[in-house]
């Protein structure tokens, strides 16, 4: 009959996969081979020590019994481990085998490390993430932001010159439809909308409420800004296609009404007299919004108060007929007034144009011919945007 001690010291076990915290040890030869020689006293059974290099401990036992090959887990990354085997049968046992030295890898990088490397604002932590491959520039964190929404809303252009020199889409939109461009316009990075234009980036994406990076751009309340994208050919008059068709400009007096954001918009190309999906303009919005400065700017660069809009009303009829808006109401008369006038003196041109009827007679020919008289007809009132005061 076989005594397992005499079938000899087991060789060390083969080292199978193996990742950041765990690894796959096979002995099967070595356990075929000891169960094929005393199979007579039944099975063999297999047992395993560990040692753990960083801890300095002594050997632990792991586990204990029949099987082929056995994954050890909860190891740590970057570790190194030694594991060694013995056999036993009917509480005799052979002597340990050789160690076999394992040492785990490195755990592999997440969107968490590409988010906090923006998070800190630490550019060498962000490439080596990007520099792994292992994780893509686009991938969002816990707010649907991705790495380029993120550092868009910081001073940290140079992340942003990376993340997209290593792919990051200058143009990927979150579920909400947010662009990066949109994060750069309202958190006010004028610095972080350069680089991403520079590198693409559309002016024209609406999000899901329906605003672009201009309309967001409004919200930030920055005259320098707003210069910026004028002098790159943003489109001031562009509508947005959630708020029934918004203007910059009339989201401007819609929201916070500063007189500063409405004259740059309109020195950049903003049309006053554009208006919304009902109808109104600018001026309807700011006059109800009780904005006075930005109203009085309107006013002065020609913005029409007689104006409908598509229920009639006027911006003249808002602030006269609300308690609230008297203030409006009186900074706006003389300009309603002189509009009128202007009106009044145009109809009586246009009127004494057509001048009275006279019949000639042709001595020669005795036919008769009919003509007007020659009379100048009035220049047309001021193109709106031109700057006027109500007493001119």
């Known amino acids: 009959m076989c005594d397992i001690t005499k079938v000899g010291t087991p060789p060390a076990p083969e080292v199978g996969e193996m990742n950041h915290f765990s690894v796959v040890l096979d002995w099967e030869d070595s356990l075929k081979v000891a169960n094929d020689k005393c199979k007579a006293n039944g099975p063999v059974k297999v047992r395993v020590e560990r040692k753990d290099s960083r801890s300095g401990d002594g050997w632990s036992q792991v586990y204990r019994g029949m099987a082929k090959t056995q994954k050890f887990t909860d190891l740590e990354p970057k570790s190194t481990y030694q594991y060694r085997i013995q056999f036993e049968q009917k509480e005799k046992m052979t002597a340990f085998g050789p160690p076999v030295t394992v040492t785990t890898t490195r755990e592999p990088l997440y969107a968490e490390n590409l988010h906090m490397a923006i998070k800190k604002m630490n550019l060498e932590e962000l490439e080596m993430v990007l520099k792994s491959g292992e994780v893509s520039p686009d991938v969002q964190n816990e707010d649907n932001f991705t790495a380029l ?111 500063d954001v409405g004259l740059a918009l309109m020195m950049n190309g903003a049309d006053i007299e554009r208006t919304d999906n009902n109808g109104s303009t600018a001026l309807h919005h700011s006059v109800m919004r009780k904005h006075l400065e930005l109203t009085q700017v309107l006013l002065q660069r020609r913005s029409d108060p007689l104006v409908a809009n598509k229920e009639s009303t006027t911006p003249w009829q808002i602030a006269t007929s609300h308690d609230d808006k008297k203030r409006i109401a009186v900074l706006m008369e003389p300009y309603v007034e002189k509009i009128k006038q202007e009106r009044k003196r145009q109809a009586i041109s246009q009127a004494t144009s057509k001048g009275p009827s006279v019949t000639t007679n042709n001595n020669n020919t005795g036919s008769s011919r009919t003509s007007s008289s020659s009379v100048a007809v009035a220049k047309p009132a001021v193109k709106a945007g031109t700057v006027i005061s109500p007493v001119q």
């Open 149 to 259: 929404m993120a550092a868009a809303k910081k001073p940290f252009v140079e992340a942003l010159e990376m993340l997209l020199e290593y792919g990051a889409d200058v143009n990927y939109t979150n579920p909400s439809g947010k662009t990066a461009l949109m994060v750069a316009c309202i958190t006010n990075q004028l610095e972080s909308v350069k680089i991403l234009r520079k590198y693409g980036a559309d002016y024209t994406i609406c999000d899901k409420g329906g605003c672009t990076a201009i309309h967001w751009a409004v919200d930030a309340r920055n005259v320098k800004l707003i210069d910026f994208l004028g002098s790159d050919k943003a489109d001031f008059n562009i509508k947005d296609s959630g708020h029934g068709g918004w203007t910059p400009l009339i989201r401007c007096a819609n929201l916070h009404g500063d007189r």
